[in-house]
């Protein structure tokens, strides 16, 4: 297949490209910053449409990653970058699939189970799940979250592409070993004897595989009845 992933030289992105093109899928990555790859990078900014939008005719699947990472402080100028790298680059994306000759079959954008609310009874699925920011004495950075969340999924919802199949990947943690990725980022604390009890110590940390992300993208992608939210967690948190 044809696969796109605009955001794909990221931790998240990279792993998924590398994986998609030693399977023999074709794969091209939008970056604001084009590295030298195995697979085709094709520059971006991540808000203009321009020639790029050239590689989305007859793709088998856009699978969009981009947005600024949320690894940093929560200062307000780090806030207005996470939210309008999101916010910008989803809509350009569905702007590009509008205009396409040929669109794509399937649009995979990207979400976080972030959206949802901390709660320690019902597991929160696709149907019957709560959206969180509403929990009694929830921090700021929790609410800020589930805002950026929301509006995300809200843009790509309102994107004008009645041709093209649209799945929102609430997905939680992806855990490999690369350099810059969480579990890198949480193995160093451990090794720095920094790794103690985290807040109250009771929070679930939902989280899948590096391996199980991937066979989930394409497993999403074949499954041409699957549309709207769906989770992207390992069984247990």
């Not at 160093?188 to 940390?205: F, I, K, T």
Request: charged share 20%; proline share 5%.
């Amino acid at each position: 297949m044809k696969i796109v992933i605009p955001g794909g030289s990221g931790y998240i992105g990279s792993v998924l490209a590398r994986a998609l093109h030693q399977s023999g899928h074709e794969v091209v990555v939008l970056s604001r910053t084009p590295k030298k790859a195995p697979w085709r990078t094709v520059a971006w900014d991540g808000e203009t449409l321009d020639s790029w939008a050239e590689d989305f005719e007859a793709a088998d699947a856009i699978v969009n990653l981009a947005g600024q990472s949320v690894n940093c402080r929560y200062t307000a100028e780090n806030r207005r970058v996470i939210t309008e790298s999101r916010l910008k680059s989803t809509k350009v994306v569905g702007d590009a699939i509008a205009q396409a000759w040929t669109p794509p079959r399937v649009w995979l954008q990207a979400s976080t189970a972030t959206i949802y609310a901390h709660t320690y009874d019902a597991a929160n699925d696709e149907a019957t799940g709560i959206i969180g920011g509403a929990e009694a004495n929830a921090p700021d950075t929790w609410r800020f979250s589930i805002e950026v969340a929301t509006a995300w999924e809200r843009a790509f919802r309102e994107a004008p592409t009645p041709n093209t199949r649209r799945v929102a990947m609430r997905s939680a943690i992806v855990m490999h070993p690369d350099h810059g990725s969480p579990f890198d980022m949480l193995l160093r604390l451990v090794r720095l004897g920094l790794c103690g009890q985290a807040g109250v110590g009771r929070q679930y940390l939902s989280w899948i595989h590096e391996r199980d992300f991937v066979r989930a993208v394409l497993w999403l992608i074949q499954h041409r009845n699957f549309e709207g939210p769906v989770n992207l967690a390992s069984p247990n948190p």
